[in-house]
Nanobody
Framework: QLQLVESGGGLVQAGGSLRLSCAAS????????IGWFRQAPGKEREGVSC????????NYGDSVKGRFTISRDIGKGTVYLQMNSLKPEDTAIYYC??????????????????WGQGTQVTVSS
């Protein structure tokens, strides 16, 4: 099973940028689709972005389209989430996860039983 460790979170002002990393070990990254999710206090977990293992296709949640970019470096076993134009509503714990059913366009179809520990992102206004 792939082990996942997130890093790169922190405190940033609105309009700023952060890059999150999801380091994978225990298997080959390109064999698994990877998703980024987030959960804010009192809210349900939300799908942010994913990248497919089969063809590298990418999808985004509506709230982050045009601002966030997912990428992967298979050699380094790492998936990245570049977050630009951050807003206070982006404040959440961000998790990466292996996806059971690939990376479909609908975020509600992203499912996982294998999660990292999460990294906190706080955007101040």
């Amino acid at each position: 099973q792939l082990q996942l460790v997130e890093s790169g979170g922190g405190l940033v002002q609105a309009g700023g940028s952060l890059r999150l990393s999801c380091a994978a070990s225990g298997s080959t990254l390109n064999l698994r689709s990877i998703g980024w999710f987030r959960q804010a206090p009192g809210k349900e977990r939300e799908g942010v972005s994913c990248i497919s293992s089969s063809d590298g296709s990418i999808n985004y949640g509506d709230s982050v389209k045009g601002r966030f970019t997912i990428s992967r470096d298979i050699g380094k076993g790492t998936v990245y989430l570049q977050m630009n134009s951050l807003k206070p509503e982006d404040t959440a714990i961000y998790y990466c996860a292996t996806l059971e059913g690939g990376c479909p366009r609908r975020t509600s179809l992203w499912t996982s039983t294998n999660w990292g520990q999460g990294t906190q992102v706080t955007v101040s206004s």
